[in-house]
């Protein structure tokens, strides 16, 4: 039966087989002299040696059908929202950035009033552009018309 | 002891003056709402800030710079307790139970407790660093890099055989962790491990980043979209007083975090994260009840928040008695030190008596105001959860991006967080606990670096490890662990932890879920 620990077991030990393969193009020096490939890979044998003690052990854990995902369309959005601002970040600055952010996830994803939105999008990207960079002084990115 | 208390004095004149008072007062309001602020910790705190400190002199620069490292280690436990974001690794545990008791409405007391546990364990722990620096230090002088693999080993293997779920799941999540630590260029021969073409990789993989993706979004995650988000209390000032039984759970926690802290802060490395760590891990396993931890055990707070601000004090033995920073925060302190033309070092206490003694004086100093600030301030940074959880997670959200991006002002690190996100959350509906990925990152460079030096000083003879006495009782101590905690595993038998009932809890993300 497919359990929750066994799954997990096997993905994090194809994980570790991946890092192995990673690891190759690295000198492994040897026993005595470690390069900079020895830590990586012994790393990866851990983590493949209780990635299998995992699964051989995951037999009694819950089974993987009964995993729910009832917050999955807020959990992309949201995921969606944050790869969002890392690539518009540098590109439109981090108010106009922040406003979008803000404007989509409360109006998108929360269904706020318009009204709403607009005032917490604008209060939260103007305030804290301010208390970040003008009094904290953190240089934050500013877009087009240094806005 | 005479000569200690007429230094004292000496630091207490300096210390109590309007001008150092007044900086003193502005550090710990500072590194507070630094501390507050999800995603920002007291790294960013204080580098951000160390420009303001090079136009004043040495001692009132030392006690802005400390009153904003201790502010932000108390304002970190608030952002903890009520939000489960950390404000810096070392918040990491206190997460854990601390927002259970948010959660069951107990987030005043769970304030209190942080806040007195820290001010009792900051306290003492100065008392500490003024009479133990010396002997401690020159303790600390016999570690060697063995004796770093071993202690390091050890701190791991103990935090998985002390975890409450799975011993291999904890230790793949430390192994996860290491390997995630050795991105990036290795100092000993410049290689650039794992770069995929990104230069913003050089320095390695930030633990703020990962630890505001592990913990902060990947709480958003799993709790935005449900059906029932989590309740926000609104508690009254009354009900922010801890129960009697939380009292009494509370003061031999407190006790054994501030020695403990201490003790392990006086060792360089990232010691008040390593502290709460352990300082959580021995409340479980001292505890009547250890399956109440993970759901809101009062001592799961007490604890490792003395512990972190007990090693707090710790840290700075190294740092003032030897010229070492014993963690990036220190570090940065001691870069402002040179800014000012002060060698740290131990010609420092003699050369330079105002400044040490004005500095251990200040402490107590921040230590009071600290607690002057927080207790009556804990009633306004409770309204926080007034807030409505569809507008509360998307500010949030803004700040762990705001946080994230100015520690090194590149959006690599906004990524970094988005995927340790995903992963947290991933994780969490498996069960996993995240905690030893992050100590795992902050301990890698370390391991490695102590395993590679180690080698080179026996010519290759891994026999150094078992040659020297301190590195050889670790390294014996950690096998047993080891030993101990894997035996179920091959006997399917019934160990100490099974009996206890700490048998794998449901993970946090679960909790409260149908």
């Known amino acids: 039966m497919l359990t929750r620990d066994r799954v997990a077991g096997v993905v994090i030990l194809l994980f570790s087989l991946a890092v192995m393969w990673e690891t190759r193009v690295l000198p492994l020096g040897n026993f005595h002299n470690p390069g900079p490939g020895y830590m990586p890979m012994l790393l990866a044998i851990v983590l493949g040696a209780m990635a299998i003690l995992v699964a051989l052990g995951g037999g009694g854990s819950l089974p993987l059908r009964s995993l729910a995902w009832p917050e999955k369309r807020h959990a992309l959005a949201i995921l969606a929202g944050c790869a969002f601002t890392a690539l518009a970040m540098e590109r439109i600055g981090y108010r106009l950035t922040v406003i979008l952010l803000l404007g989509f996830i409360l109006w998108v994803v929360e269904r706020k009033r318009p009204v709403v939105v607009v005032a917490t999008a604008l209060g939260l990207s103007l305030g804290t552009f301010y208390l970040f960079s003008t009094l904290l002084r953190v240089p934050l990115p500013v877009g087009p018309g240094r806005f | 002891m005479v000569e200690t208390l007429q230094n004292l004095y000496l630091g207490f004149s300096i210390a109590l003056s309007p001008s150092v008072l007044i900086y003193a007062f502005a550090g710990c309001i500072i590194g507070t709402l630094v501390g507050i602020l999800p995603g920002v910790g007291p790294l960013a705190g204080i580098s951000l800030l160390l420009p303001a400190s090079f136009g004043l002199n040495a001692t009132t620069a030392m006690v802005l710079l400390a009153g904003i490292y201790y502010g932000a280690m108390y304002g970190g436990s608030t952002t903890s307790i009520l939000m489960r974001i950390p404000g810096e690794a070392a918040s990491v545990m206190t997460c854990i139970d601390g927002y259970a008791m948010t959660r069951k409405g107990r987030a005043g007391p769970a304030l209190a407790i942080a806040a007195i546990g820290s001010y009792f364990a900051g306290t003492v722990s100065v008392v500490g660093l003024m009479l133990l620096a010396p002997p401690l230090a020159s303790f600390a002088l016999r570690f060697g890099p063995p004796e770093y693999v071993a202690l390091l080993l050890l701190g791991l293997l103990a935090l998985a055989y002390m975890s409450g779920g799975s011993v291999p799941k904890a230790l793949a999540m430390a192994a996860l962790g290491l390997l995630l630590g050795m991105i ?159 060698s740290p070092g131990p010609l420092l206490i003699m050369q330079q008596p105002d400044l040490f003694w004005g500095f251990i004086a200040s402490m107590y100093v921040g230590n009071v105001v600290l607690l002057i600030l927080n207790l009556p301030l804990v009633g306004i940074f409770v309204n926080l959860l007034r807030i409505p959880y569809p507008f509360l997670y998307p500010a ?81 101590l950690g096998l047993a662990i080891l030993l101990l905690s894997l035996r179920p595993v091959f006997t399917r038998g019934l160990d100490w932890r099974r009996r206890l009932g700490l048998e794998s809890k449901p993970s946090l993300g679960e909790e409260g879920k149908p």
Do not use: C
């Open chain 2, 184 to 342: 990036g260029i290795d100092p000993m021969t410049g290689y650039f491990r794992f770069h995929y073409g990104l230069v913003e990789l050089g320095d390695g993989i930030g633990v703020v980043p990962v630890a505001v993706g592990l913990f902060g979004l990947s709480e958003i995650l799993l709790t935005a979209g449900q059906s029932t988000p989590p309740a926000v209390m609104k508690p009254r000032l009354r009900e922010l007083l801890p129960s009697r039984q939380e009292w009494r759970d509370s003061v031999w926690s407190i006790g054994r975090g501030t020695v403990l802290g201490f003790l392990i802060g006086i060792i360089p490395g990232s010691a008040h994260i390593i502290s709460s760590f352990v300082s959580y891990a021995v409340e479980r396993r001292l505890s009547r009840h250890p399956e109440r931890f993970g759901h809101g055990a009062v001592e799961g707070v007490a604890g490792p928040e003395s512990a972190n601000n007990s090693a707090t004090s710790g840290a700075f033995v190294p740092m003032l008695a030897l010229g070492v920073p014993s963690g990036p925060i220190p570090a940065v302190m001691l870069a402002a030190m040179m800014v000012h033309g002060i």
């Open chain 2, 396 to 476: 949030i959200l803004v700040f762990s991006v705001v946080g994230v991006y100015a520690v090194n002002g590149s959006v690599v690190d906004v990524w970094i967080m988005a995927v340790m996100g995903v992963l947290g959350y991933l994780l969490r509906k498996f069960e996993f606990e995240t905690a030893p990925i992050v100590l795992g990152l902050v301990l890698a460079p370390m391991l490695e670096m102590s395993l590679r030096q180690s080698l080179a000083l026996s010519s290759g003879s891994y026999a150094v490890f078992v040659t020297r006495p301190i590195a050889a009782t670790m390294l014996g």
